[in-house]
């Protein structure tokens, strides 16, 4: 199942970004690095029961693919 949505994000991702590859390879460092994200597991369990289809993953901004660590450093950042 992983291996399918994993293969479904890339196909999205691709179908996107294809004329651009500089932002292909931007959108999947950010989609990997946060599914990395061992303080994001809300992000991996939204996209295994189906609430994130792979095009919400590659369409979806970076807060909505940040976990609630990451976007209290952003918002902190933001802020100063």
Do not use: W
């Not at 999205?12 to 931007?26: F, H, I, P, T, V």
């Not at 999947?28 to 809300?42: E, G, V, W, Y």
């Not at 029961?49 to 609630?68: I, N």
């Amino acid at each position: 199942m992983a291996s399918k949505l994993a293969l479904d994000i890339e196909d999205c991702l691709y179908g996107m970004y294809k004329e651009n590859l500089r932002a292909y390879g931007d959108k999947a460092r950010s989609i990997i690095f946060n599914l990395k994200d061992t303080n994001n597991p809300k992000l991996r369990k939204r996209i295994l029961h189906g609430l994130l289809t792979p095009m919400d993953v590659v369409t979806c901004d970076v807060k909505e693919l940040a976990s609630d660590e990451k976007l209290q450093e952003i918002e902190k950042v933001l802020q100063e």
